[in-house]
């Protein structure tokens, strides 16, 4: 089963599940919250393998694994789709903290680099 259909189909089975109520209990509410901690598991996962795709292909040609131009569109973009009640500074600081894991792994993987020498590059 490939990861795209692994989300898929944690995302039915999320859904198949009835809302907790407010008389549940807390129970319910963490199956809830544990099963979404996978979904989310899997995307992270799922957009570390591609940013690292991307990291082969910079390899390739030669390019910087940190292009802060990048980083700001992407930053500017899950801003732009934020419904809430996660606040944008809240948003952003996850985001950052993602594209920070993200840029290691691949200096890491394409670069040979040690993880503490991940800070992003000046200029």
Known sequence: MSRIDRII?????????PAP???????????RIDRIDRIVLELLNERSHSANEIGHVKQQ??????????EHQVLDGVLHHNPGP?????????FERIIDETRSLERRRYQNRPPDDDAPAEG
Do not use: F, K
């Open 86 to 94: 996660l606040e944008d500074a809240a948003v952003r600081r996850l």
């Open 61 to 70: 040609l030669g390019l910087p694994i940190y292009v802060p131009e990048r």
């Open 21 to 31: 109520t407010a008389d549940a209990g807390i129970g319910a509410w963490r199956e």
């Open 9 to 17: 189909s944690l995302l039915q089975e999320l859904e198949a599940l």
